[in-house]
């Protein structure tokens, strides 16, 4: 960790960066916003640890728990709620056992998450598996989906 | 290109191929094609007697419905090839590229053309013509060329000359960029800063991220016209982190800019000084809002504030900044270039210019469009868009995103400019256009806005942050039949609280999908309230699924689409729907030939 921790800070240090760059640098090498490595750079910096949090919190990209190996991101734009996305994300939640509330299954397989808009409207309704993006997504084609994270 | 090639039995003298690499076009497989066709031409030694780069990357053509499109420009003829999956590639190859004799079943159709041949297109003529990983595909089509002659004038010559020209900004509210640059210019403070804003959070509209995917230099370029106008020597783009493609196709062109002394120190070989700097955003859709955006690059919380000073006073770091929309930016060259009497040449008087929209919805061809300002919406959705899909009928048009409002059907004639989409209680927003039909149901898609505008809402305001979650609520009952009487007054009196007590335009514009559906569709609100129907059966609550055994041909199709294991089938028997395991997804509705599942 300290060793990671260093490099940003590096880094920060030589881009003249900011709390956000400094958070997504964190989130990139950790995978999601840690206590203890945000109370390192609070120490470090000398800036309250509220403040990181308070800007980590305000923003959507930011996750203060960890995710799941395989990231389904489901598109909840216009377009994409128009050509029917919600029953499509419904049946994500009940396949991929994601409790009410969560974004991440219980075995930490799978995080089901929704960004207001990829920009791929003329191919609606939109999911992006592990960074693949699959259009014109129907029930069917979503448990061809699945089955093709489960291999791996 | 080299005339010379070695393949016998061929009149193959030049061939280019270019094959559309947006997001819409990498989520329907181009790479894949784009891998094939090189295997292919390698394996018949084609490749490498032509030109080393003859399989190109161009950015968004527009037409995103018909994707995997592919060119083949063969002794400088061009066809174009829709829906190309890889394993089509072979028979091109051999019938097309080595005989030329092209596939005609796979040629794009008629639809393709009127697509293209009713719109006018500037800014987007270049993106899917041009490979955007390459500098000099760009200066060999006068690139850079406006910059370097904005450069040779005097800074309020190039305001001037933008002002003239009638320039709105395209990022929603429509104000004059010369004017904007004109006032930022005023002020005394320095240093002053440019910012472009491709934070595109409208959800349903992607017109930003196909220009920088499709021609990041023309942007950069609008930039350097711009910094070099206001006095300032440092420009920053604020992007969405979810663009991937976009930022790494920026990055490139930002370096490839640097190298050829385009940015950095003397740039044109003159005594100006001005670099670019990317800023990720990271996901809130209120840092598109100026002085927000200009929080969230000092790395604080994206929160506005209270205007005057406006930003072109005291902005970055409280400096005076101009912010101005990738569109916008993605003008100015050619306004330069060609002179404002030729910009004003397109569209109407006060609306001048072409406008990129985003078509999309239950439209038969999605894709991106640009036509001059002021061209009726009959046109655009019918013309161009090819009309409902389906043969459904035409309900509405949504515009402006969640800031804009719903346009029913019976105003399809109305001009689509800045102002009459302000009448008429939309707004042009960053020109996103969503299609809807008899299916969709209006109350719902005021509730789909709310959602995000709930979610989204920073939280610095009461009446916004408050009063758009009880009107969610509001909203979320009536859809789940449990609306009561009074239920539309009380909406639109939060929506006069939240319109006028609210800091930026998230909060000013939230409640406009209410009031724009109450106003147009009044009846169905009524109808979900006190008849607890939905008219366009697209509220999930207040559906039941049914076969209908008079139609039903026991095909047994529904069967096989339901998710759920709900519907009960065998051969020559009727199906039936076990509304316990119903999900009321409406995937047997739609899978049915026969309209019998009601």
């Known amino acids: 960790m300290e060793k990671n921790c260093q490099k940003i800070l590096h880094r920060y240090n030589a881009e003249g960066g900011s709390v956000v760059s400094l958070l997504q640098d964190i989130q990139e090498a950790f995978g999601y916003i840690r206590e203890d490595v945000v109370d390192w750079f609070s120490d470090e910096l000398n800036v309250p640890a509220s403040n990181f949090f308070g800007v980590a919190t305000f923003y959507a990209q930011f996750y203060l728990k960890p995710r799941g190996k395989n990231i389904i991101t489901a598109c909840c734009g216009t377009a994409c709620h128009v050509k029917g996305s919600a029953p499509i994300i419904e049946k994500l939640r009940m396949d991929l056992k994601i409790p009410e509330g969560e974004v991440t299954s219980k075995n930490g397989k799978y995080t089901l998450e929704s960004v207001a808009c990829v920009g791929a409207c003329s191919i609606a309704p939109v999911f992006i598996a592990n960074k693949k993006v699959f259009g014109k997504l129907t029930a069917e084609m979503a448990d061809a989906m699945i089955k093709g994270l489960e291999k791996k | ?598």
Request: proline share 5%.
């Open chain 2, 1 to 598: 290109m080299p005339a010379k090639t070695r393949t016998r039995k061929s009149d193959l003298k030049s061939l280019t191929i270019r094959v559309c690499v947006g997001t819409g076009g990498l989520a329907a497989g181009s790479q894949d094609v784009i891998d094939e066709f090189t295997k292919q031409l390698k394996a018949k030694k084609i490749r490498a007697t032509i030109t080393k780069k003859c399989v190109n990357k161009t950015g968004c053509r527009g037409f995103c419905a018909k994707d995997v499109l592919v060119d083949v420009i063969r002794n400088r003829k061009t066809e174009t090839y829709q829906l190309i999956s890889p394993e089509m590639v072979s028979t091109i190859v051999e019938n097309h590229i080595v005989n030329g004799e092209p596939v005609e079943k796979w040629l794009v159709g008629p639809e393709y053309h009127e697509f293209h041949n009713r719109q006018t297109k500037i800014l987007l003529d270049q993106c899917g013509q041009i490979d955007p990983e390459d500098i000099d595909a760009y200066t060999a089509i006068d690139g850079y060329k406006g910059a370097k002659k904005a450069l040779s004038m005097d800074p309020l010559e190039v305001i001037e000359e933008v002002r003239n020209s009638g320039l709105r900004g395209r990022g929603g509210a429509g104000f004059s960029c010369g004017m904007k640059w004109d006032f930022c210019r005023r002020t005394p403070a320095t240093p002053r800063y440019i910012i472009c804003n491709a934070d595109e959070g409208d959800p349903g509209a992607f017109m930003d991220r196909s220009i920088i995917e499709g021609n990041p230099h023309s942007v950069i370029e609008g930039m350097i016209i711009g910094g070099y106008a206001i006095g300032a020597e440092l420009g920053y783009v604020y992007i969405r982190a979810e663009y991937p493609l976009a930022v790494e196709r920026l990055r490139i062109a930002l370096d490839q800019a640097r190298e050829k002394n385009y940015l950095g120190k003397n740039i044109f070989r003159t005594n100006y000084n001005f670099d670019i700097k990317i800023k990720l955003g990271a996901g809130a859709f209120v840092c598109g809002e100026s002085t927000a955006l200009m929080r969230s690059i000092e790395g604080k919380r994206g929160m506005p504030r209270p205007t005057p000073p406006r930003s072109v006073t005291k902005g970055l770091y409280d400096k005076p900044t101009a912010l101005n929309n990738v569109e916008t930016l993605a003008n100015v060259p050619f306004i330069l270039l060609k002179g404002a009497d030729w910009f004003t040449s397109f569209g109407t008087r006060k609306n001048t210019g072409t406008k990129v929209f985003a078509l999309t919805g239950k439209c038969k061809n999605t894709g991106l469009i640009e036509v001059p300002l002021g061209m009726s919406l009959k046109e655009i959705i019918y013309d161009i868009g090819g009309g409902v899909e389906k043969k459904r009928e035409l309900k509405a048009v949504q515009t402006g995103g969640p800031s804009g409002g719903c346009i029913p059907a019976e105003h399809i004639n109305m001009p689509v400019d800045f102002d009459s989409l302000t009448k008429i209680g939309s707004m042009m927003g960053s020109g996103g256009m969503v299609v809807m039909d008899d299916t969709t149901c209006m109350v719902d898609m005021a509730k789909f806005f709310l959602t995000f505008t709930e979610d989204e809402s920073c939280g610095k305001c009461v009446p916004c942050r408050v009063g758009t979650k009880r009107m969610l609520e509001m909203l979320t009952r009536i859809t789940e039949g449990r609306g009561r009487s009074g239920d539309i007054e009380r909406l639109l009196e939060l929506s006069d609280t939240i319109r006028l007590g609210s800091l930026c335009g998230l909060g000013r514009s939230a409640p406009y999908p209410v009031m724009s559906t109450i106003r147009f569709f009044r009846h169905e609100y009524e109808a979900h309230i006190h008849d607890g129907i939905c008219p366009a059966g697209a509220c999930k609550a207040l559906r039941q699924y049914l076969v209908n055994e008079e139609t039903c041909k026991m095909c047994g199709k529904c069967f096989r689409v339901c998710p759920s294991d709900a519907i009960v089938w065998e051969k020559k028997q009727f199906a039936k729907i076990n509304k316990t395991k119903c999900i009321k997804c409406g995937s047997c509705y739609d899978a049915c030939p026969f309209n019998a599942i009601l």
